[in-house]
């Protein structure tokens, strides 16, 4: 493992700052100079690790490959790599100082089938230069109060942070195309190993914090900070056929709001309740709202403190996962190994635990977000027992026509004590897989629309 670097010694002095009764200032214009500079565009160490086995970030994956068609299966750029060596049951003490403790958990309950293969390095992070010049910009003027992001737009809110819940703001504004749309297939596997899907939905995706016509004030005034909108519309499995979904989630605490449409009732009904630890419709009721995407939702129900940064093997550069049909990556118990990509890379880790007087099912978490695109990409769950329980997970894949490497709506997790687990993001049946989208009318996302296309 890496010496702590220089980037982190600026977080490590208030890494015991809790960030729910703290107003968290932006960095100097000094600090944020380096951005570009001994920092790439998105705060991450441009330079490679010491033994090379990270290389330095060049600029990230642009070339976009010959027969591109939006919309359509996106290829595997390193088909053609072997891994540089695999992890087992057998060998992951050698590994361990790289591993989470979901992937050691993991190896050890399935000492047989589960693996980690390890693959080069590639960072092929990237974002077009308007994106990088509102990070910049914000880096020296977005704050953090009382759980609520102010200042930010169009940009990585904290490029160099100064306490943990700032990374996981950065993971929720993460950067990704504005508009999109996902052929949603969600699956739960039972712990006997049966395959269950949840969900075949028509998903779209919009995110007016990064409208690139936009600016922070419209955002911030008449989009009301919120900056992200969602809509599912489920054709399966048949007994959910005709069910659908619509959330918006903000930069405030409880500025989020979800809808859905209820085929038995045909009605359209405010969620109450639409975070935390309340099951998501979307999962049949098995993943928690804030599991989406790794994390997702408000962070006031936590402390958060960044425990380090550290070198570890995380899903990278997966596009390889979606080339094969479903049935062939699925087994009993996990994704198989032989369509994962784990590559290393420098990672902040940090730590949640639930507030005094808050509560949780999950009272403490650890997450690791990557360096480069800000997205946490696995975490571990702990029970009100002190038991390891889940091991969250993200498979983000290189797509150099936006350019972004982000998981294209893909995650899931593992139930390291029941043995059952969910992926959702299934797209390898598909036909289409993360089509970027021309900016949807607003309309699209309001529960009226979700009504008037009730069809059960």
């Known amino acids: 493992m890496n010496p702590v670097s220089s980037t982190l010694k600026v977080a490590l002095l208030s890494a015991f700052l809790t960030a729910s009764c703290v107003a968290t200032a932006a960095v100097s214009e000094k600090e944020a100079s380096r951005l570009g500079a001994d920092l790439t565009p998105f705060g991450a160490e441009k330079a490679a690790n010491a033994d090379g086995s990270i290389p330095a970030w060049t600029g990230g994956n642009t070339t976009v490959p010959a027969g591109f068609k939006n919309g359509g299966k996106r290829s595997d750029p390193y088909a053609s790599e072997k891994p540089l060596f695999v992890i087992t049951a057998a060998n992951m003490d050698q590994y361990a100082d790289n591993l989470s403790e979901g992937l050691k958990g993991m190896l050890k309950k399935y000492p047989e089938t589960f693996k980690v293969p390890v693959y080069k390095t590639h960072r092929t992070a990237a974002a077009p230069q308007w994106v990088y010049d509102n990070t910049k910009v914000n880096a020296s003027r977005a704050t953090l109060s009382d759980s609520e992001v102010k200042g930010a737009f169009g940009g990585i809110p904290f490029p160099i942070p100064q306490n943990g819940e700032q990374v996981m703001w950065n993971h929720l504004l993460a950067w990704r195309t504005p508009s999109h749309h ?67 989630e903000s930069i405030k605490p409880g500025g989020g709001q979800t809808w859905v449409y209820f085929t038995g009732q045909r009605r359209v009904r405010k969620l109450p309740n639409a975070c935390c630890d309340t099951p998501t419709p979307a999962s049949a009721g098995i993943s928690m709202f804030d599991q989406t995407g790794v994390f997702n939702g408000t962070t006031e129900r936590f402390n958060w403190k960044i425990i380090g940064k550290k070198e570890m093997y995380i899903p990278y550069n997966a596009n390889r996962l979606f080339q094969r049909p ?131």
Do not use: C
């Not at 779209?204 to 690139?212: G, L, R």
């Not at 696995?378 to 329980?389: K, Q, S």
């Not at 150099?400 to 004590?417: K, V």
């Not at 992926?423 to 699209?444: A, C, H, I, P």
């Open 326 to 456: 479903s049935e062939d990556i699925l087994m009993d118990h996990h994704v198989n190994p032989e369509d994962m990509r784990y590559e290393k890379h420098r990672v902040w880790v940090v730590e949640a635990t639930v507030k005094d007087g808050q509560r949780h099912l999950s009272p403490k978490r650890r997450y690791y977000v990557d360096e480069d695109t800000w997205f946490a990409v696995l975490a571990d769950h702990w029970d009100a027992n002190g038991d390891l329980w889940q091991m969250g997970f993200s498979n983000p894949i290189t797509m150099p026509d936006i350019p972004a490497t982000a998981p294209p709506m893909n995650f899931g997790f593992y139930d390291l004590i029941s043995g059952a687990w969910y992926l959702d993001g299934l797209l390898n049946d598909s036909k289409e897989q993360y089509k970027v989208m021309e900016r949807y009318d607003d309309f699209t996302f309001t529960p009226e629309a979700m009504a008037g296309e009730g069809i059960r």
């Open 182 to 248: 996902v052929d949603v297939r969600g699956m739960q596997t039972t712990s006997n190993g049966q395959h269950v899907p949840t969900i075949y939905a028509s998903g779209d995706f919009q995110m007016p914090y990064y409208f690139k016509e936009s600016n922070l004030e419209t955002f911030t005034d008449d989009d009301e900070g919120v900056f992200w909108k969602i809509r599912l519309l489920n054709y399966g499995p048949p007994i959910r056929a005709g069910e659908a979904i619509v959330g918006h």
